[in-house]
């Protein structure tokens, strides 16, 4: 993001302004590249568990999966163009091919869109199995499953496509075109405004009454566990299994979505006070100190959304224990150790008597 270069600064300031802004590119470029190596690793043990284990082939669980897909083409194309712009000069960026530049605003788009809207329905997919679970397992089907994650990325693309255009005054949700790839100020503030409300605000707000409902349903299902209420039958007992299990999703939900929120929120707020609140950020006059703590605090706020895509595996990991096995079973498997489920202990092997004539 850009600053005015108008203020009271000296020339020894702006010199050493500059200097402290190349030191902020190394370590931007540092941050780029630990972040897209943990981002592919991670993702990418979340989708061959999700291939390799039986636990995992479930509708909910491939909604997940996507999830884990949209934040990989983060970590494996977006974030490694990003770090390499950072390698330009403003001549080699202006000479830059009109085509690399839309489709690196095009990969932006669709891989950031995926994510948000994925975890969106992932909520409302969580609130739907708490809701109603014997209706949600006759209605929620593999089949199902995967038409609404067609439909996701249907609409990702449509999105990007638009993005992409050289109308739409996008240079990507994350800036990873450059200001290059639009240099129309008006179209700009039309197209983030609308992608502030459509792929942040509005999500978010969906997201939030989600939460609140599940949170009002699970309320009301520890009372009733509590005053014994679910009773005392096979098929109440399975029912109050699957309720405490879905209480452990609920709480890697709720992490999932506070850690969304958080990398997020800042973002989309600095980037509509950018357009909107120009006076409230007032970079004329700045003093040294103060511009120097305003590019620290914009370097942060620009790499919290990369660090949301390589935390999601990091709290399956931790929080979700269908995961936690899945990923203990396939570290065994590479260390060409037999999985826990398949190993069987000592004490339950026969040993059958040697017949004699």
């Known amino acids: ?36 190596i943990c981002t592919l690793v991670g993702n990418t043990l979340v989708l061959v568990a999700t291939w390799r284990e039986a636990s995992l082939h479930q509708p909910n669980k491939y909604f997940v999966a996507c999830l884990a897909v949209a934040d990989l083409l983060v970590g494996m194309i977006l974030e490694p163009l990003k770090a390499n ?37 992932i909520s409302f997919d969580r609130f739907m199995k708490i809701r109603k679970p014997l209706q949600y397992r006759s209605t929620m089907t593999t089949s199902k499953s995967l038409k609404i994650i067609f439909i996701i990325w249907l609409i990702s693309t449509a ?53 609140a409902l599940i949170f009002i349903v699970v309320h009301k299902r520890q009372k009733m566990l509590r005053n014994g209420e679910l009773g005392q039958t096979s098929n109440d007992r399975n029912q109050r299994s699957a309720f405490l299990q879905d209480l452990k999703t609920i709480r890697m939900l709720l992490v999932v979505v506070g850690v969304f929120i958080l990398c997020w929120g800042p973002y989309f707020i600095y980037l509509m006070l950018l357009f909107y609140g120009r006076s409230f950020i007032a970079f004329d006059n700045m003093s040294f100190s103060s511009r120097r703590g305003m590019l620290i605090a914009d370097l942060i706020i620009s790499k919290l959304p990369y660090f949301n895509s390589l935390c999601n595996p990091i709290i399956y990991a931790c929080l979700d224990q269908t995961y936690r096995k899945a990923f203990k079973n396939l570290f065994q498997r590479m260390m060409c ?21």
């Open 85 to 121: 712009r950072l390698n330009l000069d403003y001549e080699s960026m202006r000479t830059m091919s009109i085509h690399l530049c839309r489709f690196m605003v095009w990969i932006d788009t669709i891989a950031i869109t995926a994510s948000i809207y994925t975890l969106t329905f």
């Open 159 to 211: 999105f990007a496509t638009y993005a992409a255009t050289p109308h739409s005054g996008s240079i990507g949700i994350l800036t990873t075109g450059g200001v290059i790839c639009s240099l129309d100020h008006n179209k700009k503030k039309v197209f983030y405004t609308f992608v502030s409300v459509s792929v942040f605000f509005l999500p978010t707000v969906v997201i939030l009454v989600m939460d």
């Open 1 to 36: 993001m850009l600053f005015n270069n108008t203020s009271g600064m000296t020339a020894s300031d702006w010199m050493k302004l500059e200097a402290f802004v190349d030191e902020l590119k190394v370590a931007d470029k540092i941050m780029l590249i630990i972040f897209a």
């Open 337 to 357: 150790r037999p999985s826990s489920r398949r190993r069987q202990p000592l004490e339950a092997i026969e040993l059958r008597p040697l017949r004699t004539r």
